[in-house]
Nanobody, 129 residues
Framework: QVQLVESGGGLVQAGGSLRLSCAAS????????SGWFRQAPGKEREFVAG????????IYADSVKGRFFISRDNAKNTVYLQMDSLKAEDTAVYYC??????????????????????WGQGTQVTVSS
């Protein structure tokens, strides 16, 4: 079982930047894909970005493409989400998630939340306009 702890959220003005971190413990997770999701008040949780276990494959939601960048450092068991050019509509609780550890997820990353089996507690990101 992997424990995930997010950090780096906060309040930022529109146009600003934040970097979220997700630290994993419990086992190494380089065979687990990792993803970031977000949930705004009154809305469903949505996929934001994902990275394969080995780090070679990244995918993004259209709404954040070109502004957000996901990366991972498996030596530190940490996944990052660099968020630039933030907009008010990016305001949400951001969650880190990880899939099961299999060879498949070393080079593949899913968008669907049902494939993610471990979740962090979330970190609030608020963008003021």
């Amino acid at each position: 079982q992997v424990q995930l702890v997010e950090s780096g959220g906060g309040l930022v003005q529109a146009g600003g930047s934040l970097r979220l971190s997700c630290a994993a413990s419990g086992r190494t997770f380089d065979n687990s894909a990792s993803g970031w999701f977000r949930q705004a008040p009154g809305k469903e949780r949505e996929f934001v970005a994902g990275v394969s276990g080995g780090g070679s494959t990244t995918i993004y939601a259209d709404s954040v493409k070109g502004r957000f960048f996901i990366s991972r450092d498996n030596a530190k068991n940490t996944v990052y989400l660099q968020m630039d050019s933030l907009k008010a509509e990016d305001t949400a609780v951001y969650y880190c998630a990880a899939t099961r550890a299999t060879v498949y997820y070393y080079s593949t990353v899913p968008r669907g939340h049902s494939e993610y089996v471990n979740w962090g507690q979330g970190t609030q990101v608020t963008v003021s306009s």
